[in-house]
Structure formats: C-alpha cells, structure tokens
C-alpha cells in the first residue's frame, strides 16, 4: 500500500486551523485527528442505524396503512434508544449445544468490517472542517470489496456455532448468497474505476463531477451494483439468510440481547454503507447535481458537500426500505439464478459498454447502448412470448364458463 | 417487472393515503350497541333492588358454567318474587361472552354490558361477585329487539327449577 | 420438569461426524412447528432434507385436540346451542359459515322452516365470512411467500367486516347468531346500508390486492408451478374446496348440492386449469369477488318479514340423524348430528372438517421442493388447526 | 369465599355516551375512563429519576413479543398487530420476534393442550430474562369453554407464570392493549418494588374451582 500518498492525502484533507500536535502521526502512522475521527465515525454509524431503523419502522407504518411507532417519545423518536437500552440490559445466552468461543465471537466479526470499511467513504466537504474521509487510501476501491466480504466468514461462524439447524441453513445460505453476489458487484465496479481510471474514491467522485455522473453513464452498472449489495446485506426481497417465514432467524436464531444487537447493527450499518457507497461511485458523491460547475454553482457542493452526500444516502437508503415492503422473497434457486443469469451478463456487458466509451468514444458508446436495448427488448419479448397466457385471465373465463355440475360429484365424506 | 413495479406503486399509494389506526388509549373503540363484553345483573331501580330472581336457568345454559348462584327467600315483599339471588359469581376469565344466558333469563334480569377491558394480574379478580356485576352492569338497558318468545316453551318454566 | 424434556426426546440425533467425511450429502431432519411463523398455528412438519430439498415430511397434528365434538354433546339445558360455542372455534375463522351448517342440520332433524327473510341474511352473513376467510388467507399466503404487507392490508378489510359482526352479532369473531329456525334477533335497521358499505369498500380492497402481489413476478415464480395436485389424486384424496376447483373440477357444494337459498344466485365458480399453488391463490381471490355478487343479489332481494321461525325455545328434536353439508370457505364442511329424542343436547356430534382432509394433500405438494416452497404450498392449503384437530 | 375481589369499577356510564370528545395526548383529566387514563400515568419519555427505572422505562416500551399463537384468539392477536390497531406504536414489534431468544413478552393465545404444553415451556424457557407472559383469552386463562376436556391444561400459569390475564373469548384487540398497558405499569412498578413475584400456586388452584359457600 502507497502509505506516502495516503497520509499525504490525509493531510490535504486536514483543515489548516488545526493545530499540528493533533494531525503529528504517532503509533502506527494515526494521529490524534485520526483517533478522533474514529470515535466521531463510530458515533456516526450508531446514530445513523438507530435513526434509521426508526425511519424503516415509520416508513414501514405508513406503508402499512399504520403509524409505526408513536407513543415512546414524540412520533417514537426515542423507540430506536429504548431498544437498545433494553437490548443492553437483557440476559445473554449461550445455548449448550453452541461453541463456547466461537459463539460469542461471530457478532464482531460481522459487525467490525462493516465498520471498518466507512473508513474509506469520502464524505464531501463542509465548510471550516474541509473534506471528510479518514483513509483516502490509493487502493479504496478494492478495500471496500474485500473487507466487507470478511461479514460471510462471520455469518458462518455465527450459524455454524450455534448448534441450531434452522441458523446452519441460514448459513449455508449466506455462504451462497455472499459468493454468488461478490462477483456481479466487482464487475460493475469494473466500469467504476475504467472511468475515473483510479481505485481511490475521492478521486472518482472527482471524476464524477469532471465527466457526469456514473449513474447516467452506465446506467446498468449502477443497477447489478445496488441490486448486488442489497444482496450482499440480505434485504428484502434478497433476505433469504434470515427469512423468517422459512428459517426463522437463519444464523441469529440463537442470539440474544446485545449479541443479536450487533448483528442488527451490522445489517443496518451495511444499508448505510451501501448508500453511501453507491452515492460516492455512482451519484456523483457530494455534488448537487450533475454539471453543476459547468454552470457555476460548484461553490455550492465544495462548500456544503457534505448534505448533499447525506441526503442522496438517506434517498437511496428509504428505497431500499421501500423495496422491503413491497416484495416477496426470491428462493434460494431463483436468487442464484438472478446472479448468474442476469447480473453477471448485465455486469459483463456494462464493462465491455463502459470499456468502449473509454477507448473510441461518445458515439460508439452510443450505438453499443441502443444495440444492447434491442437486444434487451427482444430477449424480453421472447420471454413473454414462452410464458404460458395469464393464468388470471384464465381463471376469470373458466370462472363465467363454469356450469352447475347436476348432482354431487361423490366426494368421500 | 410490470408486476414488481406495480407493487411498489401500490405501496406507494398506500404510503400517501392516511393510516386507518385507531390510537386506543387514547381513541374509544366505537362499541356497537350490540356488543357483548361481560355479563352483568340488571339493577330494578323502581324498586331499588336486583331483577334477578335466582331460577338458575342461565347457569344451568352456560356452556361454560361459569355461572355459579345462591339463592336465598325472597321477604321484603316489595314485589312477587319468591327468591332472591344471594350470591352470584361468574367467571369472567371463562366466559365465553356467548350471550346466552342473556338470551335464556326469563326475566330480563341481565344484560351483555359493554365492559371488555378485562386485565388483571391475578386471575382471581375475573370472577366477579354480585356487586361488581351490578356495577357492570349500571347504565345499560335491557336491549331492544331482542327476540320476542314464540309459542310456548316447554320445560323452562317449569316451577320446579325455582330454587 | 418432566414435560420439558419429553420435547427433547423427539428430537432426531445428529449426524456423526464420520457419516460426513464420505462427503455424501447428509439428511438433516428439520422440526418446523409446532411453533413456527407460518406454521399457520400450532401444526408441525418434521421435514426431511437433502440441501435445501424436502425429501420427506412427515406432519404431526393434535395440538389443539380440544374436544370441540365431544363438548357440543353435553348439557342438561340448551344444549343444541351449547354446541354452537364449540363450533364456532373450531374453524375460527369461518364461524357463521359453519353456523349455518349446524342450523341446518338441527333445522333438519327438528323440522323447523325458516323464514325467508333470515335465510337472506344468513346468505349475506356467510358470504361476508368467506371474504373475511379469504382474507387471511391472503395476508398468510403474502407472508409466507415473504411479503409484510398484504397482512396489513387484509385486516384493514376484515376490521370492517368485524365490526359489521359486532354490530349484528354482538361478537368480533364469534357472534353465535344463528339458531334453529332463523336468527338470535333481527339485523340492526342499518344493515343494508352497512353491508354495501362494506361491500364497496372490499370491491376497492380486492384491487389493492391485485396490484400489490398478484401480477408480481416473484410471486409468480415462487408459487406458480409448486404444489401441483392432479384431478385423479385431488378426489382420491378427497381433497374439496379450493383445492379441488383448482384441478379444473367445478365442484362446489353451493352449485351441486344447492342448500338454502343458493339456488336463486347467479354467481360462478371459479376453476384453475393446473391446480398450483398460484392458482389456488387466484381461486380465493374470485371467490370473494363472487361472494360480492352473491351479497348484491341478496340484497337486493332481501325481504322483510320475521327472522325466526316456529321453533321451540328448547330444542327437543325428534329420535333421528341428521347430515348436512355446506361449502365453507375451505371446502366441504358437513355436521351430523344424531339425537335420542330425549335430552336437549345432541346425543352424537361429528364434524367433517374440510381441513383435515386437505392436509393430507400435504405430502404431494411438499416432497421435492425446497423448504420455502414448502411452507407456501401449506399456506396455499390454508387450514385452520381449529378445525383440524378440533 | 376467602377469595379477595378488587373493588368494582364504573365503566358503563361512561360508555353509555355513544360518542367520546376527542381527547388530547396525555391528558388524564375527567371524562377520561379509569383504566384508559393508565397510560397517561405512565412515564413518558426519560423523565425518569433513577438508572434502575431508565432501564424499565427500556423494557416496557421495547416489549418485543414471541408471539404464540395457538388458536382463535391468535386472530384478534394478529389484528392488534394489524393496521388497525397497531402494536407498532408501543414499541411491541411484531416483525422481529419469531425466535424465543429476541423476545421478552411471551402472548399466550388460545388454547394450551397436554400436548402443546411441554412446547410452551420449553420456548418459555429458552427467552432471556428479563421476561414476561401474558395469558390472553379465556383459554390461555384458565380452560376457557374446553376446561371440561381432558386434554385441554386449565390455564397456562399451569406451566409457566403469568402476568397478566385477560379475559375475553376471545379478548377484543382493545382488550389486549389495555392488558399491554396493565403489563408495562407492572414493569415501571417492578423498577420500584424489585424482581417479578413468582406465580403464587396457592392462588392457581384455587382459580380452578372457586368453591361457593
């Protein structure tokens, strides 16, 4: 790792009025700012999870043709708390059939990458504090794929130990849902970084703003990648891991109090994440919106960039809440099938069409586009085209053309 | 995909129509004028004492004999009754709110009353004695409509299930 | 404690670690129920896995074996009603379809006539319960296929149509207001009203159904194709209700074998061509549309008129059997009562619970699908355990 | 009788008006019923003065229930989760607790048999402490219309402790609220008077017949 350009960038992004004692590196290359910035980050993501699990219980509500939580603090904005609280306070169970060390150990494991890997997020500026991110790290790109992948090692370990079948199948399902997902993901962050031609994520939010945004650009990219880690977190309608009509808690079934808080904490942190990684690689991070500087404005995002990320994030993170209410779940096969027979081509041809813009050019990009949506609208049509006709249709005729059968049909008693 | 976008535009819809909650606590269940919650004893305010006149019919109807009754001689003379309940408890824990030892009483001497909120921490507190049913049953009218008798009805009235 | 542990020995021993180094796949036994989210109460499946592969089930009912037959024979006085209390909570869901069915078997037995006017409204009432039924059918179905919200969309529906219950009945659930030779009381003066109320009201839910998972393709995928029952092996079987029409057989005991006053509706029955799971799904969801056009049609008619016949307040039928037969919301839900001519109660009481029957369509639809299939197809056979094990 | 019978209170009057006023929030003033005034006795909010009764103030707006359904009242159970009446709105959430180890309120409803009994144990035991039962309906109470057949167990407290009874058959949804309510009051009293009081047998039996003199 090119530690020289990461803490050069580090000190870039240090505003100038803070005193040198604080940015001196100390043990291990981190700094007091660092260390701060570290504690701030924790804060952050526990507040933000808490925040939003009371948003997904509100939105859930209100979908629901409810209210959601009301009566714990006004409009329930002290339920999230009042949970925790409780799981803090509650008894902690190891079952007997569980593995004593490797019990306890799982939800750590789950909960630290997730963590570990907001170090890399840039988070736009804010006026005074210049630009946040605590690791500009040259490699980001590939950080954030691997350390996030560490979460499946920690599932297993967690349904494994904890001598339930119904959390073994839980993570033999992680497993296979992890593995499958991996690969559309890394391929659509392919076009990612052939566009910025960078793997640090500042740079290629820079990019972003250089060149329009990701979203715009490889549309299908930005598609198999959120597709990918709404998987990778286990949401809706992707939640096989945990399916609670079918397996009940898959891997957490054994897990209480604030052990099952972790792994909570870690999904919802994982949403988190994920918004925010989609917002930095592919909705122009903390621009206002694209081609505001050839307009002029880009003062705006420079100054007050920071909103702008986190409110994109919290868009992003309200639609995959969204999809949770509004979906079935996929079974293990068609989720299986939807990665290998959709994503990874949809990922494959995003990369070759990402790949042509970057070497020949505008037009020919624009031609692979309408090729690719011809050939979209034809495999479509051919897939209606096999589906037998709509069985609603036909239950309505048969149900006009139905006679009164004379006398029963002898049914045994 | 028309499908799945269908279900995100209905959830949609119902995310902006208003919620159907009623807040309870704070909110009264509008009760229907036929609702059944526990039992109760009728008071006779004319003559300013219980209707009841301890025949033993609703216990002896409850499918869940929940209904248990003594009976004592009935001496004010303010009416002509012959009895007079002593006491009458019912199980309220048991009762399965079926009415018809409302429906049975050959004196109009209980009604359904609207009284539903029936949490304890001991379950011995839901079985209720006369005076809390009496209680219960303050303010509620015997119904209207209830099912005039037809023809004549053999075996209930036979005297011999006066106590 | 002595009961605790009786659970434990149930408990298939797990495979030894030598079985496993073959790298041969393992079975794994899996105990789903009798306590499980969709388990739709407390039945339980010990299914035998390959993988994800069901390769046995084997179900286990009896945990709500509550005597709801036996307790209908008991009695010194009003025991002909006593037994309704009983009936009502065995198929809980359905209570004054199969009130109906009771009546009509002491009706039977007695000889008592019914006036017109409450056959018309035990046919609305009825009707009304189907809707209520498919109703949690649908939410239950929605969750078991993964979906939260058609649960809360199905009981905003069935709120109203409890509190119409109430508002007749005097009960959310278990009105217990039929009786032998008509009705407990008249309906309230508003009862026109509030059934088309309702009925509007439901005509607006049903397309809320539609567009939140009907078309939706994972849905589609999840149900459609699984749980297949043929025609030959439904009847073997003697599968009825939905499960039945799905295998494209119009049977329905309202059309073959008219009771009441059903003869004089014109609605259809609606029949599936494969008989899966989805479309038992679509069945229900017609059903209810039907039942709309049946409550049209009897209100319309509805007359005025007593609501009680000429029946004695005490019951004493007559020595003699009795069976009647009627199509709840499940299937083909019979009452045979016997009476000795002597006591108020009835002397035998037996049920023919349609869910029993269905569940031993279980086994067909189960074996070789995956675990998430097999809790849809024992959605898609909605039972009530209530009636079960009654 | 030896039997100690709280004293009566009026609901009746009160409910003879068809139609309430409006009331606001948290507003226990008169015209309010006894027992709906419950709630707004209740601490809202952190207000609270000791660590201990921040900690139950935790609990009992966090109740999440394992949720038993085993009969007809497992219906009305489900309707109180529902859009109508929505438990959401106290904190009970009804998505989260399908396994005993992530719930603290075990909901009893309907008919507990001989042979569902050992089950309801065990899950009652597999529930971390701090935990809490609420036997809802006349079944899980006490038998209900079935306590006459032998399979059926004469009340749930027979196996495991309960601690708030409802009664009802089955309960309305605003029933099972008001039972909710009479639990979290006894969880912010327990912050007061220490651990839960175990189930009493003496008073158990005796619930089976109640001997009339």
């Given amino acids: 790792m090119t530690n020289n350009a990461a803490s050069e960038l580090t000190l870039q992004a240090v505003p100038s009025w803070m005193p040198a004692f604080l940015v001196a590196p100390m043990i291990g290359g981190l700094s007091l700012a660092d260390l701060i910035a570290l504690v701030v980050l924790l804060l952050f993501v526990l507040n933000f999870v808490m925040i939003e699990i009371w948003m997904e219980r509100k939105v859930a509500g209100h979908i629901q043709l409810r209210r959601g939580p009301l009566h714990v603090g006004p409009h329930g904005s002290l339920q999230s708390p009042a949970d925790v609280l409780k799981l803090l306070t509650k008894e902690d169970l190891t079952p007997v059939a569980a593995d004593p060390i490797v019990f306890p150990m799982a939800p750590y494991l789950v909960f630290v990458p997730v963590f570990l890997t907001f170090l890399v997020i840039p988070w736009g500026p804010l006026v005074l504090f210049g630009n946040f991110v605590i690791r500009p790290f040259d490699l980001g790109l590939v950080y954030m794929v691997a350390i996030p992948a560490m979460q499946g090692i920690g599932l297993v370990m967690a349904g494994w130990s904890s001598g339930n079948k119904y959390s073994l199948l839980g993570s033999a399902r992680v497993v296979a849902q992890l593995i499958s997902y991996e690969l559309p993901m890394v391929i659509a962050l392919l076009g990612v970084a052939m566009m910025a031609e960078s793997l640090n994520l500042t740079t290629i939010v820079e990019s972003q703003m250089k060149q329009g945004w990701n979203v715009f650009l490889q549309p299908i990219g930005f598609l198999v990648f959120f597709l990918a880690t709404m998987s990778e977190m286990s949401r809706a309608p992707f939640d096989i891991a945990v399916a609670e009509s079918e397996i009940v808690g898959g891997p957490f079934v054994e897990y209480s109090g604030m052990r099952w808080g972790m792994f909570y904490l870690a999904e919802f942190a994982a949403v988190c994440l994920n918004s925010a990684l989609s917002t930095a690689l592919f909705l122009g991070g903390w621009e206002l919106f694209p081609g505001s500087r050839a307009l002029g404005l880009g003062w705006i995002s420079d100054q007050f960039g920071l909103l702008f990320f986190m409110g994109k994030m919290i868009v992003l993170v309200l639609i995959i809440q969204w999809a949770r209410f509004a979906l079935p779940r996929l079974r293990i096969d068609q989720l299986m099938d939807f990665a290998w027979k959709f994503l990874l081509p949809a990922g494959f041809v995003n990369f070759i069409l990402t790949a042509i813009l970057q070497v020949f050019g505008f037009v020919p990009f624009a031609i692979g586009i309408g090729l690719t949506l011809a050939f979209a609208a034809v495999l479509l049509a051919t897939y209606q085209a096999r589906r037998s006709p709509s069985t609603v249709a036909l239950i309505r005729t048969a149900a006009a053309a139905a006679v009164p059968t004379s006398q029963g049909v002898g049914l045994p008693v | ?163 | 404690m002595a009961i605790a542990t009786s659970i434990d020995m149930l408990r298939e021993p797990v495979p030894s670690v030598a079985e496993e180094r073959n790298l041969e796949t393992v079975e794994m036994t899996i105990n789903m129920g009798p306590q499980h989210p969709s388990t739709h109460g407390v039945f339980r499946m010990v299914l035998t896995l390959e993988g994800e592969r069901v390769k046995n089930v084997q179900s286990h009912i009896g945990y709500l074996h509550r005597g709801a037959e036996k307790l209908g024979e008991s009695g010194d006085l009003e025991g002909y009603r006593k037994a309704m209390i009983t009936l009502d909570r065995t198929d809980y869901l359905s209570s004054l379809l199969n009130e109906h069915a009771y009546v009509m078997a002491v009706e039977k037995l007695a000889g008592i006539s019914v006036p017109e006017r409450a056959e018309y409204i035990r046919v609305i009432l009825g009707e009304i319960t189907r809707i209520n039924s498919h109703c949690m059918f649908y939410g239950a179905f929605g969750a078991d296929a993964g979906a939260t919200t058609p649960y809360m969309y199905a009981f905003a529906l069935r709120e109203e149509i409890q509190q119409l219950f109430e508002a007749v009945g005097g009960a959310r659930m278990f009105p217990n207001y039929y009786r032998a030779g008509g009705l407990r009381e008249d309906v309230p003066q508003d009862f026109v009203r509030r059934v088309q109320a309702i009925v509007d009201r439901a005509l607006y839910a049903f397309d809320d159904f539609d567009n939140l998972i009907t078309a939706n393709e994972i849905f589609l995928s999840r149900t459609r194709g699984l749980g297949i029952l043929d025609q030959t092996r439904a009847l073997d079987l003697g599968v009825s209700g939905p499960l039945l029409r799905a295998t494209g057989l119009p049977y329905d005991v309202r059309r073959s074998e008219p009771y009441s006053i059903y003869d004089r509706f014109a609605f259809d029955v609606p029949i599936g061509t494969t008989g899966d799971c989805y479309e038992r799904y679509l069945i229900r969801l017609e059903e209810m549309r039907q039942s709309i056009r049946i409550i049209e049609q009897a209100l319309k008619d509805l007359p005025a008129g007593p609501t009680m016949g000429n029946a004695p307040k005490a019951l004493r039928p007559p020595k003699g059997e009795a069976y009647v037969r009627i199509e709840n919301s499940r299937g083909d839900f019979g009452v045979y009562l016997v009476s000795d001519g002597k006591s108020s109660a009835p002397y035998r009481v037996k049920y023919r619970s349609p869910c029993f029957v269905n569940l031993q369509s279980l086994n067909d639809m189960v074996i070789g699908t995956y675990i998430a299939d097999a809790v849809v197809a024992l959605g898609s056979i909605d039972i009530v355990l209530g009636e079960v094990d009654r | 009788m030896g039997v100690n019978l709280g004293a009566p209170t009026p609901f009746a009057t009160a409910y003879a008006n068809a139609t309430a006023p409006d009331l606001p929030l948290n507003d226990g003033a008169a015209g309010m019923l006894p027992a709906e005034n419950l709630y707004a006795r209740l601490p809202q909010g952190i207000v609270t003065t000791s660590v201990d009764q921040l900690f139950q103030w935790a609990r009992k707006s966090s109740l999440w229930p394992m949720t038993f359904g085993l009969a007809c009242c497992a219906i009305e159970m489900i309707s109180t989760f529902m859009a109508k009446h929505d438990l959401d709105r106290f904190g009970l959430i009804g998505q989260v607790g399908a396994t005993p180890r992530q719930s603290d309120l075990m909901i009893v409803s309907g008919t507990v048999t001989t042979k569902m009994a050992p089950a309801v144990r065990v899950l009652w035991e597999q529930m971390p402490e701090p935990k809490w039962v609420i036997s809802m309906g006349g079944c899980a109470t006490c038998g209900g219309p079935y306590y006459r057949y032998p399979t059926v167990v004469q009340g749930v407290d027979q196996v495991i402790p309960v601690d708030v009874y409802i009664g009802g058959c089955p309960p309305r949804p605003e029933a099972l609220m008001h039972g909710i309510l009479k639990l979290q009051e006894k969880i912010m009293r327990q912050a007061k008077e220490g651990r839960r009081p175990t189930a009493d047998l003496e008073l158990v039996l005796a619930g089976e017949g109640v001997e009339v003199a």
């Avoid at chain 2, 269908?6 to 819809?13: S, V, Y």
């Avoid at chain 2, 995310?15 to 919650?37: I, Q, S, W």
Wanted: glycine share 8%; net charge negative; hydrophobic share 30%.
């Fill in chain 2, 1 to 163: 995909m028309r499908g799945v976008l269908g279900g995100f535009l209905q959830t949609l819809k119902s995310f902006l129509t208003k919620p159907v909650t009623r807040l309870y606590p704070y909110e009264k269940p509008p009760l229907e004028a036929r609702f059944m919650g526990a039992p109760s004893l009728l008071w006779d305010d004319a003559v300013d004492e219980v209707v009841c006149v301890a025949c033993n019919i609703c216990a002896r109807s409850c499918p869940d004999d929940c209904i248990t009754l003594t009976g004592d001689k009935y001496t004010d003379g303010k009416t002509n009754k012959k009895n007079i309940i002593k006491d009458y408890f019912i199980d309220l824990g048991r009762c399965s709110y079926c009415g018809i030892c409302v429906e049975v009483c050959p004196f109009d001497a209980n009604e359904m009353s609207p009284h539903f909120e029936l949490s304890t921490y001991d379950r011995m507190t839901l079985v209720y004695d006369k005076d809390q049913l009496i209680e219960i049953g303050r303010g509620v009218t015997r119904r209207t409509g209830k099912p005039e008798p037809v023809g004549p009805l053999p075996g209930i009235l036979d005297p011999s299930t006066y106590r």
